[in-house]
């Protein structure tokens, strides 16, 4: 039990209640309520109790029944946004299932949360049950982003997982956006992906609006390498270096260089 395992490594560590409760920021009485299996923490209040245990979240949570229990830590599962769509569109089991070309039995576990279909299938669902794919994967959470990334690199989880120096248990929690990536963590994820850092934070739907609202032919340069280099090196500039591009931008239009 996850309370359980919280006060192993409270004992472990010679630590009081009160000691962990203060380095938390909890209350001494909601930490025992929280041990004892009384009550169930955010994610938020893990990230606090796995930082005030000096633990890594995953050994809080790992691998092995983890799916289960981390559920229970987050409500709007995306079964759920699957199958409002799908009651609001009028269809059924029967007919959605034969639609994504899968069987009935395997829809009811995707929208029971106890199956994790493949993004393809994701995709096609989402086409018919109307939803977009911005509500299927979280409107761009960073998990999200890792999973489908590398999934189409062929990928397993414990691949990334090696490649980028963590556990496969704190992939699978990523993915399933249970927990948060350190900034060199998520460094190191994005260069085994081969895309930028903060193309995993940007929120999708801001970077579709501003998209949506270029031109064509910039949108075809911004397709050229030389181009998606230049992008790149902003997303690791500094405040000052990217305040200095600015002024640079201002002075270049302000000279009549369009």
Not at 55 to 80: H, I, K, Y
């Given at each position: 039990?996850?309370?359980?395992?919280?006060?192993?490594?409270?004992?472990?560590?010679?630590?009081?209640?009160?000691e962990v409760a203060s380095r938390s920021g909890l209350s001494r009485s909601y930490l025992s309520e929280i041990e004892n299996g009384k009550k169930q923490p955010s994610v938020k209040t893990l990230e606090?109790?796995?930082?005030?245990?000096?633990?890594?979240?995953?050994?809080?949570?790992?691998?092995?029944?983890?799916?289960?229990?981390?559920?229970?830590?987050?409500?709007?599962?995306?079964?759920?946004?699957?199958?409002?769509?799908?009651?609001?569109?009028?269809?059924?089991?029967?007919?959605?299932?034969?639609?994504?070309?899968?069987?009935?039995s395997y829809l009811s576990e995707i929208e029971r949360g106890q199956a994790q279909p493949a993004v393809d299938t994701l995709r096609v669902l989402a086409d018919i049950v109307s939803l977009p794919l911005?509500?299927?994967?979280?409107?761009?959470?960073?998990?999200?982003?890792?999973?489908?990334?590398?999934?189409?690199?062929?990928?397993?989880?414990?691949?990334?997982?090696?490649?980028?120096?963590?556990?496969?248990?704190?992939?699978?929690?990523?993915?399933?956006?249970?927990?948060?990536?350190?900034?060199?963590?998520?460094?190191?994820?994005?260069?085994?992906?081969?895309?930028?850092?903060?193309?995993?934070?940007?929120?999708?739907?801001?970077?579709?609006?501003?998209?949506?609202?270029?031109?064509?032919?910039?949108?075809?340069?911004?397709?050229?390498?030389?181009?998606?280099?230049?992008?790149?090196?902003?997303?690791?500039?500094?405040?000052?270096?990217?305040?200095?591009?600015?002024?640079?931008?201002?002075?270049?239009?302000?000279?009549?260089?369009?």
């Amino acid at each position: 039990m996850l309370g359980e395992r919280i006060r192993t490594f409270r004992e472990k560590r010679g630590l009081t209640l009160q000691e962990v409760a203060s380095r938390s920021g909890l209350s001494r009485s909601y930490l025992s309520e929280i041990e004892n299996g009384k009550k169930q923490p955010s994610v938020k209040t893990l990230e606090a109790l796995a930082a005030a245990l000096n633990v890594a979240l995953d050994a809080l949570l790992p691998e092995e029944g983890m799916q289960a229990e981390a559920e229970t830590l987050t409500g709007d599962s995306l079964g759920d946004r699957l199958r409002l769509a799908r009651e609001r569109k009028g269809m059924s089991l029967t007919e959605a299932a034969e639609a994504a070309g899968i069987s009935v039995s395997y829809l009811s576990e995707i929208e029971r949360g106890q199956a994790q279909p493949a993004v393809d299938t994701l995709r096609v669902l989402a086409d018919i049950v109307s939803l977009p794919l911005s509500q299927v994967f979280h409107c761009g959470a960073v998990g999200d982003k890792v999973r489908l990334l590398r999934e189409q690199l062929g990928l397993s989880r414990a691949e990334l997982a090696e490649m980028a120096g963590v556990t496969p248990g704190f992939i699978a929690q990523l993915e399933n956006n249970k927990t948060q990536a350190s900034l060199a963590t998520l460094k190191r994820i994005a260069q085994c992906l081969d895309v930028s850092p903060c193309y995993l934070l940007l929120e999708d739907d801001s970077a579709e609006e501003i998209i949506r609202g270029l031109n064509p032919e910039l949108r075809a340069l911004l397709q050229e390498p030389r181009v998606q280099l230049v992008l790149r090196m902003v997303c690791d500039m500094t405040d000052k270096e990217f305040e200095f591009l600015l002024q640079f931008i201002r002075l270049l239009r302000r000279s009549g260089l369009q």
